[in-house]
C-alpha cells in the first residue's frame, strides 16, 4: 500500500502514525545509523523521514541506503529544496511553504523539481508545509525566507490549511522546526484539524511522550520525532508506547 493510501486509512480509522525525521547533515557517516534504525524497528515505527532545511553533505543517498538495507520501513523523503531527491526511496513530500510568500517555496522549486521527479517511481505526496512560530527563529525559517505563522493565529493556519486542501494538496504537514524550543500548541493543532479532512502531520519540538499524546489527542495523525531522539533514544519508546496503547484500543472501538 503506498504511504498516502496508508495515512488516509489510519485517519478514517482514527489510528495514529510516528515518523522519525534522519538530517543527513548529521550522519557523518551512514553506518553509524544502524542503532537508531534498530531501534525504530523494535518501536514498530511507521516511517522513516529524510531530508533537512540545509544540506551540506552528499550522504543523502547512502543514508536511505543503510535504512532500506536494514529494515522495511518506507523512507520518505522530506526535502528542503530540489536537489534532495533519492530515487532509492518509496516516498517524497512535495512540499509548498503555504504559510509563506516565497513563490520559489510556493511553485518554483517544484517546476525545476517536476521533471526530475517524474523519471522516478517515487510516490509524489503534495503537501502543505505550515510553518508555526516557536520562539527564536529556526533553521527553516532562515533559509525559507519567510515568517513562521504566530503561535496565537489560530484561525490564520487553520485558513491556510483550508486553502491548501482546496488547492488540492493532500496532506498537511504543521512544523515547529527542528530543534524547536517549544512544541506547537494543541489549540493550534486542534483548529487546524478541524478545518481540514486530509492527513494531519505535526513535528518540531516534541521532546516528551506527554507532547507527543497531547499532539495526537489534539488531531495530529502522524507525529514526526528528530533532535530530541539524540538527547533521548528511549523517547522513542516512550512514544511507541502511547501511539500503540492508542491504536489498540481504536480497534477494540472498532470491533464492538
Known amino acids: ?81 530540489f536537489m534532495q531527491v533519492e530515487p532509492s526511496a518509496d516516498a517524497l513530500l512535495f512540499l509548498s511553504l503555504i504559510s509563506g510568500r516565497n513563490p520559489e517555496l510556493l511553485i518554483g522549486q517544484h517546476v525545476i523539481a517536476a521533471p526530475i521527479l517524474k523519471n522516478t517511481k517515487l510516490e509524489i505526496i503534495p503537501t502543505g508545509y505550515i510553518l508555526i512560530n516557536s ?36 496532506s498537511i504537514y504543521l512544523d515547529a522546526g527542528s530543534g524547536a524550543d517549544k512544541e506547537i500548541s494543541v489549540r493550534m493543532i486542534a483548529s487546524v484539524r478541524k478545518a481540514v479532512n486530509v492527513p494531519l502531520i505535526v513535528g518540531g519540538g516534541i521532546n516528551t511522550s506527554q507532547k507527543a499524546l497531547n499532539a495526537l489527542e489534539a488531531g495530529a ?10 538527547k533521548k533514544p528511549n523517547l522513542l519508546s516512550e512514544i511507541s508506547d502511547k501511539v500503540y496503547e492508542w491504536n489498540q484500543s481504536v480497534e477494540a472501538r472498532n470491533s464492538l
Do not use: W
Request: hydrophobic letters at 45%; glycine letters at 8%.
Open 1 to 81: 500500500m503506498s504511504v498516502l493510501k496508508t495515512l488516509r486509512e489510519r485517519h478514517r480509522e482514527g489510528k495514529k502514525s510516528i515518523a522519525v525525521l534522519v538530517d543527513p547533515d548529521k550522519v557523518e557517516d551512514a553506518s553509524r545509523l544502524v542503532p537508531l534504525i534498530n531501534l525504530a524497528a523494535e518501536n514498530c515505527i511507521d516511517f522513516f523521514f529524510v531530508g533537512g532545511s540545509l544540506i551540506t553533505t552528499t550522504n543523502l543517498g547512502q543514508v536511505v541506503k543503510q535504512i532500506k538495507d536494514n529494515v522495511k520501513i518506507p523512507v520518505v523523503l522530506f526535502p528542503g529544496n
Open 135 to 170: 520562539g527564536p527563529i529556526t533553521s527553516v525559517a532562515y533559509i525559507s525566507n519567510t515568517t513562521p505563522i504566530p503561535d496565537d493565529k489560530y484561525s490564520l493556519a487553520a485558513c491556510t490549511a483550508m486553502a491548501g486542501e482546496m488547492l488540492g494538496l493532500q
Open 221 to 230: 495523525d502522524m507525529i514526526v520525532i528528530g533532535n530530541a531522539l539524540e
